[in-house]
């Protein structure tokens, strides 16, 4: 184990939103970073019920969480402190039909954007195995289930 171990594995359920071929976006705009919408899972709750709860929180929309895509495990350093994430990402459709153009945040702090997947690198996406998994085809990269877990850990 790394001297500098995080103290906690934070659960992160995410959601992979599409429309005309563009993939939903959460921009920390502070850190200027970009990922797939979600948020933390509360103990007691299952991650699929932490993603519904995020959307509404963080966009007032409602969605249908559909097929677990992928986990992802993630090690890094993020302002000099260590963390360690799993990543539960999921299909989700708007309940309310087509998504909306335009994806208002409920939050200062956050920014939605629809970003075609050929860009991602130059939206500051992370976490990295999360983008090479999206740049290689997404749900469509999956032909068995041991490629639906990705383990990556950052160098110190």
């Given at each position: 184990m790394p001297s500098r171990a995080p103290k906690k594995i934070e659960c992160i359920a995410r959601g992979l939103a599409v429309r005309d071929g563009r993939v939903l976006l959460c921009r920390n705009i502070e850190h200027d970073l970009a990922y797939l919408p979600g948020g933390h899972?509360?103990?007691?709750?299952?991650?699929?019920?932490?993603?519904a709860r995020e959307f509404t929180e963080e966009c007032g929309l409602s969605v249908r969480v559909g097929a677990f895509l992928l986990a992802n495990e993630h090690i890094f350093t993020q302002q000099g402190?260590?963390?360690?994430?799993?990543?539960?990402?999921?299909?989700?459709?708007?309940?309310?039909?087509?998504?909306?153009?335009?994806?208002?945040?409920?939050?200062?702090?956050?920014?939605?954007e629809w970003c075609e997947v050929a860009v991602l690198p130059e939206?500051?996406?992370?976490p990295a195995p999360l983008l090479a998994w999206l740049l290689a085809g997404g749900p469509d990269a999956i032909s068995e289930p041991a490629d639906a877990w990705v383990s990556h850990r950052e160098p110190d």
């Open positions: 899972v509360d103990p007691g709750e299952t991650a699929a019920e932490a993603l402190k260590p963390r360690h994430e799993w990543n539960v990402v999921f299909h989700v459709e708007h309940s309310g039909g087509a998504w909306p153009e335009t994806v208002t945040s409920l939050e200062s702090d956050l920014a939605f939206a500051n996406f992370v």
